[in-house]
C-alpha cells in the first residue's frame, strides 16, 4: 500500500466519480483506476461499486475512508509543524527586558524555552530597556515582546498584552557591616528607623514599595533618592542605608547581605508585554504563546 494509492482513493471519494478525480490528481483516469485496483487487490475486497450510472463506496469503501482521510491529515500536520519549525530556526525572536528581572527571570524562561524547542538555534536577541522605552521600542516593533516587573501604565497608543507570567520576590538589602547583616529573615517594623536609600517616585518599584510601607504604617527615612538600581545598589554597599529590591546582577553577596521581610512577603508581578496590532513571525509567535501556556513560572534562585 503506498501513500498514492491513499490519496487517490480519497480523491475519489470526494468527487465520487473516476473522471473529476483523475482530473483533480492530475493523472488519466486509466493511471488512477489501477492503482485503486492495485489497492483494492492488496486489501482483498472491492472500495467500489457500480450500479447502472450510481457510482458509489462499498461497505468496505466506507469503513477505510476515515481512516485515509486521518493518515493524510496527519501527514500534513507532520509536514506542517517540521516546517514551522525550520521556519522559526531561520527567524529572530526579539526580547526586551528590564535590568531588574535579567537575573532570577530571564535566563531560567529561555532555558525552558530551549528545552521546550529540544534544541539551542533558535536565535534570540536581547535588548535592554527601561518601561518608557520598551513600550516605544514595542510599538515601533523594534522588539517583539518584553518583560517587565509592575505596576506600570501603557504610555502608548498601541493596546498591549500584560500578561502576568511570575512573582519576583523583593528583599531588604543591607550592607555587609550592618547589625542585621547575619540575619536571614527581619519584620517591617525592624526597619522603620533605618535609613533608607529609595528610588526615585516616578519607577515602577517606588510605587509599589511605597505601597508596602502604607499597608504597614511604616514611614521610611529616606535619606536618598536615586534614579536607577545600580546606583541603589552602590549607596548600599557604601553603608548610606538599606533599601528593598529584587535580587540585581550588579548585587555582591561579598558587600550586601539579603532578607526576606518575614511578616509581611514582598514580592511584584513580572509581566509579559506585546503588542495585539501587529503581526509576528511563527517564532515570535510560538515564544509567546510557550510563555503564556508556561505561567505563573517558578523557578526564583536563593
Known sequence: MTLQQITY??????????TKAASK??????????????????????????KGKQFCRTEYGELFYPYAKRVLSDLADGVAAVRDKKDAQAE???????????????????????????HHDQPINFVPCVI????????????DVAFAAGPFRNNIDTPLVMYPVYEQ????????????????????????????????PEKG???QTDEYF?????????????????????????????????????????KISLLRISDYPVKRSVC???????????????????VEESAPLNFEKH
Open 214 to 254: 502604607k499597608s504597614m504604617n511604616v514611614s521610611p527615612k529616606i535619606v536618598f533618592s536615586v534614579n536607577n538600581t545600580e546606583a541603589l545598589i552602590s549607596y548600599v554597599e557604601a553603608g548610606v542605608g538599606v533599601t528593598i529590591s529584587p535580587r540585581l546582577p550588579t548585587l555582591s553577596l561579598d
Open 92 to 118: 529572530q525572536i526579539n526580547v526586551g527586558y528590564l535590568f531588574s528581572v535579567s537575573l532570577d527571570f530571564l535566563p531560567p524562561v529561555i532555558e525552558l524555552y530551549y528545552n521546550y524547542l529540544g
Open 132 to 143: 518608557d522605552d520598551m513600550m516605544e521600542r514595542i510599538n515601533t516593533r523594534e522588539i
Open 169 to 200: 520576590e523583593l528583599y531588604l538589602l543591607v550592607p555587609k557591616t550592618h547589625r542585621l547583616a547575619k540575619r536571614t529573615s527581619v519584620k517591617f517594623d525592624e526597619i522603620k528607623d533605618e535609613n533608607y536609600v529609595a528610588i526615585n
Open 205 to 207: 518599584l517606588r510605587r
Open 25 to 50: 490528481m492530475h493523472v488519466s483516469q486509466p493511471c488512477l483506476s489501477y492503482a485503486i485496483g492495485e489497492l483494492e487487490r492488496e486489501m482483498g475486497v472491492k472500495l467500489f461499486s457500480k
Open 9 to 18: 482513493f480519497c480523491a475519489i471519494c470526494e468527487e465520487m466519480h473516476y
Open 272 to 290: 509579559m508585554l506585546y503588542s495585539t496590532e501587529r503581526a509576528y513571525n511563527s517564532a515570535a509567535k510560538q515564544f509567546i504563546s510557550f
